[in-house]
């Protein structure tokens, strides 16, 4: 038995491998577990990494490149940058390994900038207080019908970011929560009141009701929600 | 139904700035009988083809026919005897602006390809004592997203009938070259003849990408004929 | 006229200094403009950054410490960590300085993890968002009549993509959005900002041919408007 193909990562000079590290825990959008992390690792250019199957794990330990062997590079990683005076580190927290700065550099920075942090609203977030923002008071089955995904996290996110409140509970089965849109939210968009989010009749250039193929009934539903919006004032704390 | 984009012309200004190309034409004294044929020629074949042209070629197709007529007639003069303005001024002004932008958009293409490969970072973890503005939190972003959102669902309703295409216009661009070298020369219609729709699509398109890079050459003995395909052999 | 202090960035050793700015960058989620980047710098442990007034930045500029500085400790570092091997580097794109990874390791990365790889815009897409960079605000009949077909569904695309945004109403009949380009579409092509577009062709130059021995002349009124793109800025969020 032997491998098809070296997976490109483990192909690299060591030297290399431990600098790849590196640069993928930064441009990760979360924390890597040691499982997902092996995956990527031990995918090959030619297959995605969700093709876990192909991978063969038992052959790639037979030659050595296993958790320890990966381990065992952050560990070096970790020991270079430190005797090198280079500002960050991979750590284990939050399930997973995520690339962070080191304890000194993270308290020099901390005492440069003990300032206002910019940031941006993920894609999710957007959506997802986009949505409550129309359909408010909405619960999370309705919010997770319309977005296709589980957005348990993403609305406690919007909690705590204090862009969204529970307002009420559902009639319907299990009595869910409803939410809805808080005072900060409206500051942060800019809105005087919900009455000032754009109608979405005004969607119509944004494509609506030119796709000829598209759900008809789709169109006939949301015009009879922007009714209800325009009448609809939610209460707002 | 199918609605062709096809991949090397963008649309009508494009196809009309590539025959000025071909045939070093003066974009500022467009042969307009010239370029009418030729336009309508293009538009013939792919209606031969049985391909639904976008709209806006066959506009231009009659923009072009009125152009002509104009030209034909007397040139009509104002109060002080001296022509008015060329018909084909603003047809050159959208030309050139066209051309302006098509430019333009190839030196972004380099700037693209340079900074593919920088990454920024992706997770950040919160910090709690800091105070967050939150700087993509306009209205239209959220309009914006919303729109995303429920074009999500438009798209999960439909019923995607996907043809799939066995051949792509890269492998059938070699498969082309391939044959008309061996046979000297083929008929366009003989060739896709009792083929499928995406066949004989795939071929037209890989046809029209060997054709601009000179790597094959058509011929037509009438414009209702059949598309003979020959190996480039600088002709003129 | 003495400082009072040396803010605390200024008093580190140079080669932290350079170390901590990289450090520093790591920690913003969006591109840091030099005048924000020297508020932060210059500000001391005692005030906050926001604080303009207290900063003394005519006396730090008498001592050697202003904008030229920072820079070169930027160039210093991209020098040092492209001859070490370094995976990051910091770029002025999208309005000021952000750190990435390096062209080499961005790549390598890219095969480890193909998700993360930016796919070319295609013809379509790159001819549309051009015209939308250069002539923006402008509305979709607008781009149309410069692209000469229906673009309803490639400049949604690029909306999706984080390219293109709808940036207001414009007052033509029926008050079609007007759209204009994103911080996004900045970075993925690596412009500080719109100035930075490659110039527009004169129209002179765009002719195919030198003969100019044609009978009509014609009117050209478009000469203007590339003057007037470099003059506009268009704001962004």
Known sequence: MELKDLPYFFSLPKQEQKIALEALLFTMEEPLDINRLMKILASNESNSADEQDIIEYELLDKIGFNREYVKNLINELNNENSDNDRPFRIIESGGGYSLVTSRKYGKIVGKINKNIVRRKLSNANLETIAIIAYRQPISRPGIESIRGVNSKEIINGLIDKGFVRIIGKSDAPGNPYLYGTTTDFLKAFGLNSLDDLPKLKELKELGFSESEESGFTLRIEMEDESKQIDEKNVPEA | ?236
Chains 1, 3 share one sequence.
């Open chain 2, 1 to 236: 139904m199918y609605r062709i984009h096809l991949p090397n012309f963008e649309g009508p200004f494009d196809l009309l700035l590539y025959f000025i190309r071909r045939d070093e034409l003066d974009i500022y004294d467009i042969p307009i009988s010239k370029i009418t044929e030729e336009f309508q020629s293009y538009v013939r074949v792919m209606k031969l083809l049985d391909l639904e042209l976008a709209g806006e070629f066959i506009l231009m197709a009659s923009t072009l026919m009125y152009i002509k007529a104009k030209l034909l007639l007397p040139k009509p003069k104002d109060e002080n005897g001296e022509e008015i303005e060329d018909p084909r001024t603003e047809l050159v002004q959208k030309l050139l602006e066209y051309k302006q932008i098509k430019e333009a958009s190839e030196e972004l293409r380099h700037a693209e390809e340079k900074n593919l490969h920088y990454h920024e970072r992706k997770f950040f973890n919160n910090d709690e004592s800091a105070e967050v503005i939150y700087t993509n939190t306009t209205m239209f972003d959220l309009l914006t997203a919303f729109k995303t959102a429920v074009d999500r669902i438009d798209n999960a309703i439909q019923e995607h009938v996907v043809e799939l295409i066995p051949i792509s216009v890269e492998e059938q661009k070699v498969e082309l070259v391939k044959i008309v070298n061996m046979r000297g020369r083929i008929k366009f219609l003989d060739f896709t003849s009792n083929k499928p729709k995406s066949f004989i699509v795939v071929t037209f398109l890989a046809l029209l990408e060997l054709i601009r890079s000179n790597e094959l050459f058509i011929s037509q003995d009438d414009l209702f004929n059949d598309i003979i395909i020959s190996p480039s052999i600088n002709l003129n």
